[in-house]
């Protein structure tokens, strides 16, 4: 095991290379949503599976209830001034391209929910294995913010990505794949097998042609996933600055505070 959290199993973000595979897991209780250097962590150990040369796909799945939850919000509301959000839109803007730039293909593991960040994750990944309890969506237009929807409109419809967009609506895994862009659905406990056998099927393609291939699909992208991105944090900024993000994070925090009390 690669150390990203280390052989003791402690959570966080762990490697493990086995078959010319690499899996990389998130595992960040409660819900897998990121602190601004977790984000960067991300990035950091996508691009080193990538540059190594043993490696011949990565898989990339997560521990826990779900796959990932976006932002660490409460780190956002707790921190003075723009740091964090300047920070948690560097960092995602970093593990995204760190998806997309990996030079062997990424297969996204998916398992239950699959939210805002994670979205931007999922969408730039070469193959998505989902199991049959998975949802897509993003709730940023209820958290102040805006952002991958770039991402988004790589998993579903145009006309389908602005309603969900605008409602924060989910997609079902059984939704995406009517549009092909899940490949396969599974039940949980077979997700994790399911993405290896694909990463394995990928791994044994000569290493030379399979690297050059990635490098070829981004290259014919018709749409340029950074910038396009980019674009959209652009407004988020914004948002920030005429002080109705904060009013929604506020919110939310004081939502997910009484859930927490109750349960």
């Given at each position: 095991?690669?150390?990203?959290?280390?052989?003791?199993?402690?959570?966080?973000?762990?490697?493990?290379?086995?078959?010319?595979?690499?899996?990389?897991v998130v595992d960040v209780p409660p819900v897998n949503a990121l602190t601004v250097a977790q984000w960067f962590e991300l990035a950091d150990a996508l691009r080193a599976a990538g540059a190594n040369d043993d490696v011949r796909a990565v898989v990339l799945a997560a521990d826990g209830k779900g796959f990932n939850a976006g932002v660490?919000?409460?780190?956002?509301?707790?921190?003075?001034?723009?740091?964090?959000?300047?920070?948690?839109?560097?960092?995602?803007?970093a593990a995204f391209a760190a998806v997309y730039e990996c030079a062997v293909p990424v297969?996204?593991?998916?398992?239950?929910?699959?939210?805002?960040?994670?979205?931007?994750?999922?969408?730039?990944?070469?193959?998505?294995?989902?199991?049959?309890?998975?949802t897509f969506g993003l709730p940023e237009v209820k958290q102040g913010a805006l952002g991958a929807a770039t991402h988004l409109a790589r998993l579903v419809p145009q006309h389908r990505m602005r309603h969900m967009v605008y409602t924060a609506e989910r997609a079902t895994a059984q939704e995406l794949a009517s549009y092909g862009s899940v490949l396969r659905i599974v039940p949980r406990d077979e997700l994790r097998a399911a993405a290896r056998e694909v990463a394995l099927q990928i791994a044994s393609v000569d290493p030379v042609v399979m690297r050059a291939a990635k490098e070829s699909l981004n290259g014919i992208?018709?749409?340029?996933v950074r910038r396009s991105y980019r674009f959209e944090q652009g407004f988020t900024f914004e948002l920030n600055l005429t002080g109705a993000s904060d009013k929604a994070r506020d919110a939310f925090v004081d939502r997910r505070d009484q859930w927490n009390r109750d349960g």
């Open positions: 095991m690669v150390g990203h959290r280390g052989i003791e199993g402690l959570m966080g973000i762990s490697t493990s290379i086995s078959e010319h595979v690499a899996e990389i660490d919000i409460k780190e956002m509301q707790s921190t003075e001034g723009f740091t964090a959000l300047v920070g948690a839109n560097r960092g995602c803007f297969i996204a593991a998916v398992h239950g929910f699959c939210l805002g960040g994670g979205i931007g994750l999922v969408g730039n990944a070469d193959v998505i294995i989902a199991s049959d309890d998975a992208d018709p749409v340029d």
